[in-house]
C-alpha cells in the first residue's frame, strides 16, 4: 500500500475515505522540521547555510512515516497547495533520506488537489509531479529573512529598549501602520461645519426630506455654513421663501455583485459580519477545507473552475429562476501576485449543499456561519446585477436663492441581492443615495414647509484599524502574503505591542517606542515599498527568475552594517533621538503658553522620554525627587504625586507613579526609614479613583484571615503572579500559595474558603504555582490515537488536554458545548504548530 503523507490527522481521516485500504494515509502534523530558535540557525558566513532540526513532537510522526515505508517502498507527498506545502512535503522527503528510510529505488511523488472530495483527490493521484523546486527555494528564502531579522534586529532592541520584546520583517511594518494612524488621529483638530435640512410635504400630502444645496445664489461646499449663525441665517432664508420643485430627474442605474472570496477578502468580510479575528477565520475554514466542504482556503486567486461556475449557474436556475442567471458566466480577473502560487477562489465543493443541508447543520456554530457566508457569496458572484432607479429631485425658491435636493433609490429588480450584499468597514455619513422611495412629484409642483432644521457636524479623524481593514491596507501595500495574514495581526498583539478594543487595534506605548525606533535607525527596513518590492523578488524566486542566495546576500550586506552601526549607540543617544522625533506629539503646546517641556509638579525639571519594562514614558529629570510621569500618548497632566491624607499615627499617604506604575506610599526616605511602606495599584484599580481609605487598605496587607485548624496564620495579598492566600503548616518548610482569581478575594475571602483552597493545593500541587486542572468534560478516548480527551479548567481560561497537548477553546465556544470533533481538530491544530503547552527546561551549561 503507498503511503500518502497529509498535514493533520483530521484530513488523513478524510482522504483515507476517498483512498481505501489501497493506500496508507498518515499526518505529519504540520512541518516535521524547523531552524533551532538560537543564534546560528542560519550562517550567512557559510552560503546562508541553514540548520534544520527535527522537532521533539515531529519524531515519533516521521518514525510511523518511516515505518510505513518499510511495508511498501512507495511514498506519495499530498500536503497543501501552496508554498507552505510544498515546504513541508520537502522537510519530509529530507528527513526522511536522513532516515535512510527512502533508498534509491524508492518512488516519491508530489500530488496537489485545490479541495478534498473524492473526484479532486483521485484526479490528483492520477497526475504526479516532483516536488517544486522553486517554490521550495521562496520558503527557504522568506524563511531565512524572517530568521535573520529577528534573531539580529531582536537583541537591539532589548538591548536599547528595555521591554521590548522583539521584531520580525513584516510585523514592524504592521505595527507601523497602526501606530501612525493613532498618531494621524492625536493630531488631528477637527473643524465644525453645518448643514440644514427641511422636511417638505408634496401637494397630494405625501412627506420628504431635502437638504440645502445652494444659498444666496451660490453652490454650497461642505464647509460654507462654518457655525451656528450661519445656519441659523440660512434657516430663514429657507422659511421666508415659497418652494417649489425645478426638475425631477429618473436615472437607471445597475449594481454587480462582488468577486467570490480569497483569504484577505473572506478575513475582512467576516470579521465584518461576525467580529472574527483573522487567525479565528482561518482556523475555521481549515476545519470546512479539511471536512471536504470548501476549496483551500489560502489564496489569493478569484477565478473559478468552469465545471463549478456551470454548477452554480444550474442552482441558481433551480433556486432562484431562470432571471437570476445572467446570460453569459461572470468571469473574475485573478489579481494573484505571483502565478505559480494561485489558486482557485474560496468556494463550496458542492454548489447545491447549502446552509441548510443536514451535514452543514451539525457543524459548530462559527463553521456554520463561515460556511454560509461562503455558499452566499459564490451563488452571488454567478448571478445578474441588480437593477435600480436613482431619483433626483430639485426644489428651489422663484429668486433662485435657495435650493435643495431630495435623492432615493428603489430596486427595481434585486438580482444577486436577494442571496448576499457585502458589508462595508466604514459607513459614509454623507452618501446622497438614499435607499428610501421618494414620492410621486412632478416639475412645478408646490411644497410645503413642515420643519427646517440646522444640524452641526464636526470632520471626524480616520477611524482605527480593525483586522480587516488591517488586512485591506497590507494587501493594498503589497505586504504579506495571504498564508501570512493572521499570523501577523496575531503576532503583534501577542507581542503586547498592540491592543484591541471594541475591535479596533490600538497601538501600546511598548509598540510606539519599537516602531519609532525602528524608523529612526532602520527607517529602511519598516518601509512599506521596501518590504512590497521584497515581497515581489520573493514571488520572483516562486516563480525561477531569481536566485534565492544572491537575494539573501544582497539584503543581508546592508542589514547587518545597520545593525553592527546601531549597537554602538549607548541607550541614553537612543532615548535623545526618539525624543527629539516624538516632540510634537510628547510635549503638544500649552494653553497657557508655557514651556511644554517643564514639569508641570516640580516646574524647575525637564520633560523627557524614559523606557520601563511595561513601555516608553515621559518622566521628570528632577527624578527621584520629582516622581512626575505620564504616558507617551498624552493623558492627564495629574499623574504625578497626590497626597491622599494621614494614618491614624500622622505619616502622610500618598499617590505616586513610578517606573511600573501607580503605588501608594507611607511616609518618606530618610536616614531611619530607608525602605518605606508602598504598594502597587493591583490590576482593575484606576490612580483617579484613589482616596486614603483605599490606600490604607492597601498598605496593610497581607491581610490575616485566621488561624488554620491545623495551626498557622493564613494570609491573603498581591504577588508577583498577582492575588493569593498562602499559609504554612509548622511541618512544611515552605509556604502553600493558592492563587485566588478575583483581585477584591484579597479583601473579601473567607476562612472556609481560604482552608477548604489551601487543602486543594496541597492535595494537586502540580507544577510550579498551578494547581492541577480540573476536568470540565469528560469526552472519552482519542478516536485516532487513544487516550483520554477531556475539557479542563485552565488559570487562562477553559482548554482541551490530550496526552501532553493543551488546546485553547475559541472564546466563543462553551465547554459543554466541545464535542469530540472539534476536540480532535484543536488538538491536530495545536499539535501541526509543535505547542505542547510547556517548555521543557533550558539544558545546562556544560
Known amino acids: 500500500m503507498p503511503v500518502v503523507v497529509v498535514e493533520s490527522p483530521a484530513k488523513a481521516k478524510t482522504i483515507n475515505k476517498y483512498l481505501g485500504s489501497d ?96 473526484s479532486a483527490v483521485t484526479e490528483a493521484m492520477k497526475n504526479p509531479r516532483d516536488v517544486d523546486g522553486d517554490l521550495v527555494e521562496a520558503y527557504l528564502a522568506r524563511r531565512a529573512l524572517d530568521y535573520l531579522v529577528g534573531f539580529n534586529l531582536s537583541p537591539v532592541l532589548w538591548r536599547k529598549l528595555p521591554g521590548a520584546r522583539s521584531a520580525g520583517r513584516v510585523q514592524s511594518v504592521c505595527l507601523r501602520l497602526i501606530v501612525e494612524r493613532e498618531m494621524e488621529i492625536e493630531a ?76 484577505s477578502t473572506l478575513q475582512q468580510e467576516a470579521s465584518r459580519k461576525f467580529g472574527f479575528g483573522a487567525r479565528q477565520t482561518m482556523s475555521t475554514a481549515q476545519r470546512l477545507y479539511e471536512a471536504g466542504y470548501i476549496t483551500y482556503m489560502r489564496t489569493d486567486g478569484i477565478d473559478m473552475a468552469p465545471e463549478a461556475v456551470t454548477a452554480a449557474r444550474d442552482e441558481i436556475a433551480t433556486r ?7 446570460a453569459e458566466p461572470r468571469v473574475y480577473k485573478n ?15 458542492e454548489m447545491s449543499r447549502d446552509p441548510s443541508a443536514n451535514d452543514i447543520a451539525r457543524l459548530e456554530p462559527d463553521q456554520r456561519k463561515l460556511y454560509d457566508l461562503i455558499w452566499k457569496r459564490t ?30 433609490q428603489v430596486v427595481l429588480f434585486d438580482g444577486f441581492l436577494k442571496v448576499y450584499e457585502e458589508g462595508r468597514d466604514d459607513v459614509v455619513i454623507d452618501d446622497e443615495d438614499d435607499a428610501n422611495r421618494l414620492p410621486q412629484m412632478t416639475e412645478g409642483d408646490a ?28 494587501e493594498e501595500l503589497g505586504i504579506g502574503r495571504p498564508s501570512t495574514y493572521a499570523s501577523i495581526v496575531t503576532t503583534i498583539q501577542d507581542r503586547e505591542y498592540v491592543r484591541k478594543d471594541k475591535g479596533r487595534l490600538i497601538p501600546e506605548d511598548k509598540g510606539r517606542i519599537v516602531t519609532m525606533f525602528l524608523l529612526n535607525f532602520f527607517r529602511q527596513y519598516v518601509g512599506y515599498e521596501f518590504t512590497a518590492d521584497l515581497e ?22 546592508d542589514f547587518s552594517a545597520a545593525i553592527a552601526e546601531t549597537s554602538e549607540l549607548r541607550i541614553s543617544e537612543v532615548l535623545d533621538k526618539l525624543d527629539k522625533a516624538l516632540e510634537k506629539q510628547l510635549y503638544p503646546p500649552r494653553e497657557d503658553g508655557s514651556d511644554p517641556r517643564k514639569c508641570p509638579l516640580c516646574g524647575t525639571g525637564d520633560l523627557h522620554l524614559k523606557t520601563s519594562r511595561s513601555g516608553g514614558f515621559v518622566g521628570c529629570s528632577n527624578y527621584p525627587e520629582c516622581r512626575y510621569t505620564r504616558p507617551i500618548g498624552g493623558g492627564e497632566e495629574t499623574q504625578g504625586d497626590r497626597i491622599l491624607g494621614e494614618d491614624e499615627n500622622g505619616e502622610e499617604i500618598s499617590l505616586r507613579s513610578g517606573r511600573f506604575g501607580p503605588y501608594v506610599q507611607r511616609g518618606e526616605v530618610s536616614e531611619e526609614n530607608k525602605k518605606p511602606d508602598r504598594a502597587s495599584l493591583p490590576k482593575g484599580w484606576s490612580a483617579d479613583d484613589m482616596d486614603l481609605e483605599k490606600a490604607l487598605t492597601l498598605l496593610s496587607l497581607p491581610r490575616l484571615i485566621g488561624q488554620h485548624p491545623e495551626g498557622g496564620e493564613i494570609k491573603s495579598n498581591f504577588g508577583r503572579f498577582g492575588p493569593y492566600v498562602m499559609h504554612q503548616l509548622p511541618d512544611e518548610a515552605k509556604p502553600v500559595y493558592a492563587n485566588l482569581k478575583d483581585p477584591q478575594d484579597v479583601f473579601e475571602i473567607g476562612m472556609n474558603r481560604a482552608v477548604e483552597m489551601l487543602a486543594e493545593k496541597r492535595a494537586n500541587p502540580g507544577r510550579g504555582r498551578q494547581a492541577a486542572a480540573k476536568a470540565l468534560k469528560e469526552l472519552g478516548e482519542h478516536p485516532d490515537e487513544g487516550g483520554p480527551v477531556n ?21 466563543d465556544v462553551k465547554p459543554e458545548d466541545v464535542t469530540m470533533e472539534m476536540a480532535v481538530n484543536l488538538i491536530a491544530e495545536k499539535a501541526a504548530k509543535g505547542g505542547k503547552g510547556k517548555k521543557k527546561p533550558a539544558k545546562k551549561k556544560a
Open 379 to 408: 451563488i452571488a458572484c454567478q448571478m445578474t446585477g441588480a437593477r435600480l432607479e436613482r431619483t433626483a429631485v430639485e426644489i428651489g425658491s422663484s429668486d433662485g436663492q435657495v435650493g435643495l435636493r431630495a435623492t432615493g
Open 447 to 474: 411644497t410645503k414647509k413642515d420643519s427646517v432644521t440646522p444640524e452641526q457636524h464636526f470632520t471626524q479623524p480616520p477611524p482605527r484599524y480593525t483586522e480587516a481593514t488591517l488586512v485591506k491596507k497590507m
Open 335 to 349: 489579481k494573484a501576485k505571483n502565478a505559480q502560487e494561485a489558486h482557485e477562489c474560496i468556494r463550496p465543493t
Open 188 to 263: 488631528f483638530n477637527p473643524r465644525e461645519y453645518w448643514s440644514v435640512k427641511a422636511l417638505l410635504q408634496t401637494p397630494r400630502g405625501q412627506q420628504f426630506e431635502a437638504r440645502l444645496v445652494s444659498y444666496a445664489g451660490k453652490k454650497l461646499d461642505r464647509y460654507d455654513l462654518e457655525n451656528e449663525q450661519q445656519a441659523g441665517l440660512a434657516v430663514a432664508a429657507i422659511e421666508a421663501r415659497e418652494l417649489s420643485v425645478l426638475s425631477v430627474e429618473a436615472k437607471p442605474a445597475s449594481r454587480n455583485p462582488s468577486a467570490p472570496f480569497m483569504t
Open 320 to 326: 432562484y429562476g431562470k432571471d437570476y442567471v445572467p
Open 23 to 118: 493506500y496508507t494515509v498518515l499526518a505529519s502534523y504540520g512541518h516535521v522540521r524547523d531552524l533551532p530558535p538560537k543564534d546560528g540557525s542560519v550562517i550567512p558566513d557559510n552560503d546562508f547555510e541553514m540548520l534544520w532540526e527535527v522537532g521533539n513532537d515531529s519524531r515519533k510522526h516521521v518514525k510511523a512515516i518511516a515505518d510505513a515505508l518499510k511495508e511498501d517502498n512507495n511514498l506519495i507527498l499530498a500536503t497543501d497547495p501552496d508554498r507552505e506545502g510544498e515546504a513541508i512535503s520537502w522537510h519530509l522527503e529530507e528527513a526522511l533520506r536522513k532516515r535512510k528510510a527512502i533508498k534509491k529505488d524508492t518512488p516519491v511523488s508530489r500530488v496537489v488537489f485545490n479541495a478534498i472530495t473524492k
Open 536 to 557: 515581489e523578488e520573493l514571488d520572483k524566486v516562486s516563480a525561477g527568475e531569481i536566485e534565492y542566495k544572491k537575494l539573501l546576500a544582497r539584503f543581508w550586506r
Open 791 to 811: 475539557v479542563m479548567d485552565g488559570r487562562y481560561g477553559p482548554y482541551v488536554k490530550w496526552a501532553k497537548v493543551n488546546a485553547t477553546l475559541p472564546k
